[in-house]
């Protein structure tokens, strides 16, 4: 444990370097909240080079089992000491709501408990921002340097697919090579986008901030209307792009960008699947509120069904409708895509949900099985794409599967205890373990201020369980793990 601290006083550390980009835009913007960042940068900083220094004799090698311990124990770290500034800059705010709020972020869920966004101090809307995008740069790093290291849900399939020559069982290593080849994918996206959307309207800082968004597949946005503030389609175009792209494995993306070929996507069975899925979904969508007089013609609803389809498939969470979201569209709309945003992304992204490959998976067995029934002497093999899926990958699916849906009814029960009807409760604990925004019915886009303080952290706990892949979480009370 105590060879772990040092290596969480260095991320703590660096974490403080974090803490340039609000400090810089408080004195662009000249809001005068630069030496509250200051302070907290010095803070997060001194602990976390403290915390490194007591215990550099301890350190040693990083091996796969102290990754459960590094991501949970990093995650809340990081998490609880981004609120300082929150804190300190907004009179009222208590820990519980600042806690959210930057859970929400790292995790790059998108939810948010404040309201006033548009009134918000710029240097806190960028503080939001910036969580966001170095939360799910975070995440992509994790999932393809440590997730499968640790074979969660089956992950273990992706160990050989580190983009650079590290293929070893040794953490550090992979840590570092996946954070070197998704951080050229991830800045050269990122700027594409604040160019892309500064073309097609929007101020630099709103430019800015949801480019950060849409890259992390996040959802935060300095505007409580959340994309429909803008009221543009040229906005929504380009925000779409960003959310397909950040949707799929950054392997495929580092892969194509060295080698200039488009051949990574076209053998990638999830950008396939993934291809379908959505392009069926929105035409389905467009149609049934066509059908449903929602809008008068087809070229509006196509606008309106594409993007929220996709940011919500996308586990980005915004909006680009007005006033009470989706009350308007029938019921099977939102609740659909709801589901999509548990199977669409991929693995080796900053989305949430279940998976495309885990889906895949569980389709193959399923049509494995039918075969099996017919022919029980057949040999039938699961295969995704072109690779054989072995019966440990499998099981493991299966029991991610069992740990996902028996999180959802617990967190689901846990919410009908504190008062909250069922249909909000189960939009609410899917949402968040998906990582996606979702909010209260009525509400304008996803904000979910109206919770109560057990709420919130039911949420909380729902979005950390999510974005690190249940096990992780659960392992950690498990006596195995302890045991030596």
């Not at 099977?332 to 895509?337: G, L, T, V």
């Not at 039918?370 to 039938?380: N, T």
């Not at 609410?428 to 373990?433: Q, R």
């Not at 886009?445 to 974005?467: E, F, K, Y």
Request: proline share 4%; net charge positive.
């Amino acid at each position: 444990m105590i060879g772990i601290i040092y290596f969480l006083g260095l991320i703590l550390a660096a974490f403080g370097l974090v803490y340039l980009l609000p400090i810089g835009c408080s004195l662009v913007t000249g809001d005068g909240l630069w030496p509250i960042f200051l302070v907290c940068a010095a803070l997060t900083a001194t602990i976390g080079a403290g915390m490194a220094a007591l215990t550099f004799k301890y350190r040693r090698e990083l091996k796969p089992r102290d990754g459960f311990m590094l991501v949970t124990v990093g995650w809340l770290l990081l998490a609880v000491a981004a609120t300082l500034p929150l804190l300190m800059a907004i009179p009222g705010l208590t820990f519980t709501r600042a806690l959210f709020e930057t859970m929400s972020g790292l995790t790059t869920t998108g939810s948010t408990v404040f309201t006033g966004l548009d009134t918000l101090a710029p240097s806190l809307n960028f503080w939001r921002c910036s969580l966001i995008w170095v939360g799910g740069l975070a995440v992509i790093v994790v999932a393809m340097g440590v997730m499968p290291l640790l074979g969660i849900g089956g992950m273990d399939l992706y160990k050989s697919d580190a983009p650079g020559p590290v293929k070893d069982q040794k953490l550090e290593p992979r840590i570092t090579e996946a954070a070197r080849s998704v951080w050229l994918v991830y800045v050269v996206l990122t700027m594409a986008g604040i160019i892309a959307l500064r073309i097609a309207g929007m101020s630099w800082f709103d430019a800015i901030c949801h480019a950060f968004s849409a890259v992390s597949l996040g959802g935060f946005s300095t505007h409580d209307a959340s994309i429909a503030y803008f009221n543009s389609p040229a906005v929504d175009f380009v925000l779409m792009l960003l959310m397909l792209a950040a949707s799929m494995n950054f392997t495929r993306h580092f892969v194509a960008l060295r080698r200039l070929t488009l051949k990574p996507y076209r053998n990638d069975p999830e950008f396939k699947a993934m291809a379908i899925i959505l392009s069926l979904s929105v035409l389905g969508i467009t149609l049934l509120l066509l059908n449903d007089g929602v809008y008068a013609n087809f070229n509006t609803a196509l606008r309106y069904a594409a993007f929220n389809v996709i940011s919500m498939a996308t586990t980005t969470g915004w909006v680009n409708i007005g006033h009470g979201g989706f009350d308007h569209w029938p019921v099977f709309a939102p609740i659909w895509m709801l589901f999509l945003s548990g199977i669409v992304c991929s693995t080796g992204t900053s989305g949430g949900g279940i998976k495309m490959f885990r889906t895949l998976v569980l389709a193959r067995q399923a049509e494995r099985e039918l075969k099996l029934l017919v022919h029980p002497s057949a040999v039938a093999p699961v295969r995704v794409g072109r690779r054989p899926i072995s019966a440990r990958v499998a099981d493991a699916v299966l029991a991610f599967i069992f740990l996902y849906f028996m999180a959802v009814a617990l967190l689901v029960f846990a919410m009908l205890l504190s008062g909250m009807g069922f249909d909000s409760a189960f939009r609410l604990v899917v949402a968040s373990i998906n990582n996606t925004a979702y909010g209260l019915p009525g509400h304008a886009a996803w904000n979910l201020h109206d919770l109560s303080a057990p709420q919130i952290w039911i949420c909380t706990v729902a979005m950390l369980l999510g974005r690190l892949e249940i096990f992780s979480v659960i392992v950690l009370f498990t006596r195995t793990f302890w045991r030596k």
